[in-house]
């Protein structure tokens, strides 16, 4: 699984963002390869209406294999293959 740090621009005002503002997430995919969980987390944040999606930093996280991670937002990758948290602007 990886994590990564996202920054992305919201293409319409959605919730705590408007519309042209630079919002931060953390992505978490489940899958093995980096390259294809790169490409995952930017099409799933374009989904959700964000562009100028820029990957700041990336991690590895290990799992055990059928391990239920206690961390929910890792739990909720495990179970959907990815979980996207943004932080609410000030």
Do not use: W
């Not at 390869?33 to 996280?61: C, H, N, P, S, W």
């Amino acid at each position: 699984m990886y994590l990564f740090s996202i920054n992305a621009v919201s293409a319409r005002d959605q919730g705590d963002f408007k519309a042209g503002e630079e919002c931060p997430f953390i992505v978490y995919i489940n899958f093995i390869d980096l390259f294809g969980a790169e490409q995952l987390a930017t099409v799933y944040l374009m989904k959700e209406g964000f562009r100028e999606i820029k990957i700041t930093k990336r991690r590895l996280i290990k799992l055990e294999s059928g391990e239920q991670h206690p961390d929910p937002q890792i739990a909720e990758a495990q179970r959907k293959g990815y979980c996207l948290q943004a932080f609410s602007a000030h």
